[in-house]
């Protein structure tokens, strides 16, 4: 099943990579809303949802229709801003109409949902349709609905002040080392797309986005078959909070965007995990490493906590080191070892648990 966004004809320059903070920010919030599809990033969430305001705590959830399994279109910008004022400036000239139907389909639950040519802010036959797709859904998206459609005014404003909140809440925070981020992989991707083409630089964001053989089509793999046009381009928006999902706009009206994880860290080389495991392997580099999880020691306090000489000592700690669990650090006269933490857990919890013991 895929998104096929035609791109026929499309003159150059109009496949475009840039950066968006509204988009960055919604998908922290999606993150807050579904932290099981964000493993590695579940401690952040934690932590987050520790420190809010419980008013702000209300908010995110009154309203997280808009970002929690799709995002509302409008949170998703084909034309970034460098601020996330600016972004939200230009989500406040969004007419009603195109706002509501937006926020509607994420609120009833799926991009299925379609209302056609009739508004549900006009048409009664629509709106009893929202209303009933939306109480389908649950008691909270059925309410969020009734005052999205009794005055959308008063919902905007409220989910502006929101996001605005968040800022201060948690986004300036991570902000400015997600920035660094983001414009790195923009680097590249504009360097790839300037110098290889569009093909080239498609292929460096996912093996899910590809180009058509005949170069007129980009082909993301989605859950659902669909297809668009890009009359006034295609916009791609990295994303480090946004690991591993690929967001796609492409409903009728809206310009395409696709918003895509940047690279996760290089996996560990196949020799290095093999050279931890061997290094585990022996029963006394598993004592001394359980000794050292409780603090650091010198190669003379563990020779002789276990009646070891400090040459023997010395040679498993060596391959410990090689391996990359222990960290060596002078004071002095002496060098005292300690146990790579996160190097360490990479392995798997049962290690860990094992040597903490």
Same mark, same amino acid.
């Given at each position: ?13 109009r496949v475009r990579f840039a950066v968006s903070p509204l988009a960055e920010l919604t998908a922290m919030l999606h993150v807050l809303a579904e932290p099981g599809h964000h493993p590695q990033l579940a401690g952040w969430a934690a932590d987050v ?30 034309r970034p801003r460098p601020t996330l004022a600016e972004e939200l400036d230009e989500v406040d000239r969004i007419d009603d109409e195109v706002y509501v139907t937006a926020a509607l389909i994420t609120t009833c639950g799926s991009n299925r949902v ?48 929101t996001l605005e909140q968040c800022t201060e809440a948690f986004f300036d925070a991570a902000w400015p080392d997600v920035a660094g981020q983001l414009g790195a992989d923009l680097r590249r991707k504009t360097d790839l797309l300037n110098r290889q ?77 093999? *050279?931890?495991?061997? &290094? !585990?392997?022996? @029963?006394?580099?598993? /004592?001394? #490493?359980?000794? %050292?999880? +409780? ?7 563990? *020779?002789?906590?276990? &009646? !070891?000489?400090? @040459?023997?000592?010395? /040679?498993? #700690?060596?391959? %410990?080191? +090689? ?35």
């Amino acid at each position: 099943m895929t998104l096929r966004i035609d791109i026929g004809g499309l003159p150059s320059g109009r496949v475009r990579f840039a950066v968006s903070p509204l988009a960055e920010l919604t998908a922290m919030l999606h993150v807050l809303a579904e932290p099981g599809h964000h493993p590695q990033l579940a401690g952040w969430a934690a932590d987050v949802w520790a420190g809010l305001r419980p008013e702000l705590a209300e908010r995110l959830r009154e309203a997280e229709f808009l970002w929690r399994s799709s995002r509302a279109d409008f949170l998703v910008p084909a034309r970034p801003r460098p601020t996330l004022a600016e972004e939200l400036d230009e989500v406040d000239r969004i007419d009603d109409e195109v706002y509501v139907t937006a926020a509607l389909i994420t609120t009833c639950g799926s991009n299925r949902v379609h209302f056609g040519a009739r508004s549900p802010l006009t048409d009664a036959t629509a709106r009893e349709r929202a209303l009933d797709l939306a109480q389908a859904r649950g008691g909270l998206q059925e309410a969020f609905a009734e005052r999205l459609l009794a005055d959308p005014a008063a919902v905007r404003a409220r989910v502006r002040d929101t996001l605005e909140q968040c800022t201060e809440a948690f986004f300036d925070a991570a902000w400015p080392d997600v920035a660094g981020q983001l414009g790195a992989d923009l680097r590249r991707k504009t360097d790839l797309l300037n110098r290889q083409g569009t093909g080239a630089a498609l292929t460096s964001i996912s093996g899910a986005v590809t180009l058509s053989p005949d170069g007129s089509c980009i082909i993301v793999d989605k859950l659902q078959d669909n297809a668009t046009t890009a009359h006034e381009g295609v916009t791609f928006l990295p994303s480090v909070f946004g690991r591993p999902h690929l967001v796609a706009v492409h409903a009728p009206g809206w310009q395409p965007v696709v918003q895509y994880p940047v690279a996760a860290p290089e996996p560990v080389p196949l020799e290095t995990v093999t *050279a931890r495991l061997e &290094a !585990l392997s022996h @029963p006394v580099r598993l /004592r001394l #490493l359980r000794t %050292l999880a +409780r603090g650091p020691h010198t190669t003379g306090e563990l *020779a002789h906590a276990w &009646a !070891l000489t400090p @040459p023997e000592v010395s /040679r498993h #700690l060596a391959v %410990l080191r +090689r391996a990359g669990l222990l960290t060596a650090r002078r004071q002095g006269r002496y060098v005292r070892y300690t146990v790579n933490v996160p190097d360490l857990t990479a392995l798997g919890s049962d290690v860990l648990a094992a040597i903490l013991r």
